[in-house]
């Protein structure tokens, strides 16, 4: 068996050429393509979410979400002075009593669910953009303690109330991003 290297030389710079053209279009097809998250509030979406104003909270669990969705919408900036959009929020809580103990008819475990209800309104022709209800539930473990049994509600409700407020903000980002 014979080796022409002759023949060698001329195909090599053809596959050269080759690999070459190969990789130049991987990387522009790749350079094409945008991945971006589905709930990407870079650039417009984050101006717009800015612009929001919320209405007045009446209850503490309903002050929380509010404040956790101005903190999200602003970036940390506080609420709109010139709001483009309004949102009227209403929020509430429910504690139910889980795992209960027969003998004593107490609960050893509960779950908390924060309820918000929210419509974004445009200021500028008052059409309703988007309205809906979301709702996010923590565990709690209950103690023999009637203090620390209250307190465990509380730091309950004050989590389900920023995991609400963060969906509520993702469906806000959604209907600004149409």
């Given at each position: 068996?014979?080796?022409?290297?002759?023949?060698?030389?001329?195909?090599?710079?053809?596959?050269?050429?080759?690999?070459?053209?190969?990789?130049?279009?991987?990387?522009?097809?790749?350079?094409?393509?945008?991945?971006?998250?589905?709930?990407?509030?870079?650039?417009?979406?984050?101006?717009?979410?800015?612009?929001?104003?919320?209405?007045?909270?009446?209850?503490?669990?309903?002050?929380?979400?509010?404040?956790?969705?101005?903190?999200?919408?602003?970036?940390?900036?506080?609420?709109?002075?010139?709001?483009?959009?309004?949102?009227?929020l209403s929020a509430s809580s429910s504690v139910a009593n889980v795992l209960l103990i027969d003998s004593s008819d107490t609960a050893r475990a509960g779950q908390v669910t924060v309820r918000a209800t929210y419509q974004l309104v445009r200021n500028s022709d008052q059409q309703v953009l988007k309205s809906g209800t979301r709702s996010s539930t923590a565990l709690v473990d209950f103690s023999i303690q009637e203090f620390s049994k209250i307190r465990a509600i509380r730091d309950a409700e004050n989590r389900a109330a920023r995991e609400a407020a963060e969906l509520v903000r993702a469906d806000l980002a959604v209907a600004l991003s149409h």
């Open positions: 068996m014979s080796f022409d290297r002759k023949t060698s030389r001329h195909a090599h710079p053809m596959a050269r050429a080759f690999t070459f053209v190969a990789t130049l279009g991987a990387i522009l097809l790749l350079a094409s393509c945008q991945v971006r998250p589905l709930y990407d509030t870079a650039g417009l979406t984050q101006s717009q979410l800015g612009k929001i104003a919320f209405s007045e909270a009446t209850g503490r669990v309903e002050q929380l979400v509010r404040n956790q969705l101005i903190f999200m919408t602003s970036g940390g900036a506080g609420e709109a002075e010139q709001a483009d959009y309004n949102v009227t």
